[in-house]
């Protein structure tokens, strides 16, 4: 249904791309059946974050009216640089160029809104940087991590299974024995790039099945024969590093920067806060 701000049209692009931010945020630490029992509250959330966007762009018109064409031109190039150089202003429709550098234009003034409402906004001392870090220790652990390598193959639709079970297991024999794992997967594996090695990686970086047999391994053994969605392994644990906690001074800056945008962030909140309780957001039903 359209939204109007202060008599403004919310561009649904707005929604739509606060709707896939979230939606990505939220999937990263949320299970599928959860997503879909939260959708509405996504969606619902999607939609006042796009309304305070636009809350913010019109208090950043009203702080920079006019944008500087040099810099709306540099920032046009570096959209043109992000699609890979090939296509120049020349390439198009001046309408469409417009509409382009109107958007960097938009962009550009809310930056500089932010940064203007948020340059009183203090960092955080060492001392709150420490407290922070002694107070969340168990975030600051570096995870455990493996090296590990694979031989992958794949049944043919009308293979017998007995048989590959069976070409399975002999090619785990040759793994134990052979003192060249990559030699053996050169020369059975379907997934061969680098003889197999998957290098170093954290769980989270493989799918669940492969990370469970994978890290139940101890450095030198081959697994037993394992399927996972891709078909059918044998892996072998080449190392492994246990979860170590991290010193603060190798996270200080990272703390610093984080506790710095919080309260960035909580000034803006407090901002547009305040702001909506002056504008004017109207809702109208969907046309039948």
């Given at each position: 249904m359209p939204i109007t701000v202060n008599g403004e049209l919310l561009d649904k692009r707005f929604i739509d791309q606060e709707l896939e931010t979230l939606t990505e945020r939220y999937s990263r630490n949320m299970s599928p059946q959860e997503m879909t029992e939260r959708q509405a509250q996504i969606a619902s959330d999607a939609k006042e974050n796009a309304i305070e966007r636009l809350i913010l762009i019109q208090e950043a018109r009203k702080?920079?009216?006019?944008?500087?064409?040099?810099?709306?031109?540099?920032?046009?190039?570096?959209?043109?640089?992000?699609?890979g150089?090939?296509?120049?202003?020349?390439?198009?429709?001046?309408?469409e160029a417009r509409k382009l550098k109107d958007?960097?234009?938009?962009?550009?003034?809310?930056?500089?809104?932010?940064?203007?409402?948020?340059?009183?906004?203090?960092?955080?001392?060492?001392?709150?940087c420490l407290a922070y870090f002694n107070e969340h220790k168990d975030e600051f652990k570096s995870p455990e991590m493996?090296?590990?390598?694979?031989?992958?193959?794949?049944?043919?639709?009308?293979?017998n299974m007995g048989l590959f079970h069976a070409?399975?297991?002999?090619?785990?024999?040759?793994?134990?024995?052979?003192?060249?794992?990559?030699?053996?997967?050169?020369?059975?594996?379907?997934?061969?790039?680098n003889g197999g090695d998957l290098g170093w990686f954290p769980r989270g970086a493989m799918v669940e099945s492969f990370e469970n047999a994978v890290f139940s391994l101890e450095p030198g053994q081959?697994?037993?024969?394992f399927q996972t969605?891709?078909?059918?392994?044998?892996?072998?644990?080449?190392?492994?590093?246990?979860?170590?906690?991290?010193?603060?001074?190798?996270?200080?800056?990272?703390?610093?920067?984080?506790?710095?945008?919080?309260?960035?962030n909580d000034e803006i909140g407090r901002i547009v806060d305040r702001l909506r309780e002056s504008c004017r957001i109207e809702e109208a039903p969907d046309k039948a």
């Open positions: 702080a920079f009216p006019a944008v500087p064409p040099a810099e709306i031109d540099q920032e046009f190039e570096k959209l043109i640089k992000q699609y150089g090939k296509t120049t202003e020349a390439d198009i429709p001046k309408d958007g960097l234009a938009e962009g550009i003034r809310l930056e500089k809104y932010i940064k203007k409402i948020c340059k009183d906004v203090p960092a955080p001392t060492e001392e709150e493996v090296h590990a390598s694979h031989i992958l193959r794949q049944p043919q639709r009308d293979e070409a399975m297991q002999n090619i785990r024999e040759q793994a134990i024995k052979s003192p060249d794992f990559a030699q053996v997967a050169r020369q059975h594996s379907s997934c061969n790039d081959v697994s037993n024969v969605e891709f078909g059918f392994h044998v892996a072998k644990v080449h190392e492994k590093r246990p979860s170590a906690a991290v010193e603060f001074e190798k996270v200080r800056k990272d703390i610093r920067k984080a506790l710095h945008e919080e309260r960035k």
